[in-house]
């Protein structure tokens, strides 16, 4: 099976949102963290639905719902980050979420600009 970087760098992202969410709740937040976990999680869940697309189309919404979200998890991120409700670092996490925001733009706009799938 060949490497998918987008999937591969989705996962692990997960397993670290998954990772930040278990310190959150040992600092005793339990909102910010519910909302991350599931935005952070649902990034590479929605990538790899998008392996089983039905049509070009069906992959594009995928891949737009993944970009979504990861921009709905940067929000979060950077609300926890600039709030007093966490002093866990955070650089990390939103050097990621960055980077998976510009692969997923990058491949919901070249398969709009396809015409060969």
Known sequence: KKDNITVDKTFQFSLSIIAFYQQLLSDKEYVLSKQLLRSGTSIGAN???????????DFIHKMSLASKEARETRYWLKLLNRSSLTNIPIDELLEDVGEIINILTKIVISSKNSTNI
């Open 47 to 57: 990538v790899e639905e998008s392996l089983a697309a039905q049509s070009r189309s």
